[in-house]
């Protein structure tokens, strides 16, 4: 059975750095791109960026470009989402999610982790 | 960025009517374009990918068509559990980019 286990909740003061673990289990790690997704309380799903656990090769979102890195540690099929300079707008639920690829095209995420609450507050 | 613009931003059905929901992209997607149900306090869940193939498990009364800058999401026959917000969602260009979603909400 496929699983993405995601770290749980966290509150940060503006200005701070945040750090998600997503564990996965059930399929092999190395085979699928692994996405970030944010959606603030309310609000739609945006793209963060995603890794290639394979060599490690990222693609981020502009809006997000250095603020976020986003790791793979294959001996422990765990992924990681990093966020710095974290202001309120940064308030959200964090998706991890798998996406199966064709060659080097990402295709949909088929299975998500559980999603994890960040909240920023002073 | 591809924006994606999703139409109407809620939906009002009765259940067993039939729900048809609208996705415009700011540019050509061709055919690779996804759709996605998220109830309240989940994991949004893959119904569909290029633009018409029902992901694994997905029931038939579940479709999608079109090519390029304009897609629909037909759901023919609404049941309780159908009551959601869907987004659509295109994989042909970075950064990947989701419409706004529309609700489907109980008349």
């Known amino acids: 059975e496929v699983q993405l286990v995601q770290s749980g909740a966290e509150v940060k003061k503006p200005g701070a750095t945040v750090k998600i673990s997503c564990k996965v289990s059930?399929?092999?790690?190395?085979?699928?791109?692994l996405h970030w997704v944010q959606q603030a309380p309310g609000k739609g799903l945006e793209w963060m960026g995603l890794?290639?656990?394979?060599?490690?090769?990222?693609i981020y979102a502009e809006k997000f470009q250095g603020r976020v890195t986003i790791t793979a540690d294959t001996s422990t099929d765990s992924a990681y989402m990093e966020l710095g300079s974290l202001r309120s707008e940064d308030t959200a639920l964090y998706y991890c999610?798998?996406?199966?690829?064709?060659?080097?095209?990402?295709?949909?995420?088929?299975?998500w982790g559980q999603g994890t609450l960040v909240t920023v507050s002073s | 960025d591809i924006v994606m613009t999703q139409s109407p931003a809620t939906l009002s059905v009765s259940p067993g009517e039939r729900a048809t929901l609208s996705c415009r992209a700011s540019q050509s997607v061709y055919s690779n374009l996804a759709w996605y149900q998220q109830k309240p306090g989940q994991a949004p869940r893959l119904l569909i990918y290029?633009?018409?193939t029902r992901a694994t498990g997905i029931p038939a009364r579940f479709s999608g068509s079109g090519s390029g800058t304009e897609f629909t999401l037909t759901i023919s026959s609404l049941q309780s559990e159908d009551f959601a917000v869907y987004y659509c969602?295109?994989?042909?260009?970075?950064?990947?980019?989701f419409g706004g979603g529309t609700r489907v909400e109980i008349k």
């Open positions: 969602h295109q994989f042909d260009n970075w950064p990947l980019t």
């Open positions: 999610a798998r996406g199966p690829r064709a060659g080097i095209v990402a295709l949909p995420a088929d299975y």
């Open positions: 059930g399929y092999t790690f190395t085979d699928y791109y």
């Open positions: 290029d633009a018409s």
């Open positions: 890794v290639d656990p394979e060599d490690a090769e990222t």
